[in-house]
């Protein structure tokens, strides 16, 4: 390898909104997220399904013909 022309690979802390911080081995700086596995709904169960307008309803009408065995 040519000596001088790599970034410095070093250790970093990312740190999330919701106070949670990363180390990881990075060639960039600092960064900030807003949403780490720590806070995410999906992680942390609190994920909630929403139907929306009845959509689950409008799919299920619009191809009940399907259904059905013949």
């Known amino acids: ?3 001088g ?3 410095d690979y ?3 802390e990312i740190a ?3 106070g949670a911080t ?3 081995h990075s060639t960039r700086p ?3 997220l ?3 596995s720590s806070c995410h709904p999906f992680y942390t169960g609190k994920q909630k399904m929403m139907d929306t307008a009845g959509r689950v309803e409008k ?3 619009r191809f009940a013909k399907f259904d059905k065995a013949e």
Request: aromatic residues 8%.
């Open 5 to 7: 022309i790599h970034p």
């Open 10 to 12: 070093e250790m970093r």
């Open 22 to 24: 990363y180390q990881i």
């Open 30 to 32: 600092i960064r900030k």
């Open 59 to 61: 799919f299920k009408k």
């Open 16 to 18: 999330c909104v919701c």
């Open 34 to 36: 807003e949403i780490c």
């Open 1 to 3: 390898m040519k000596q």
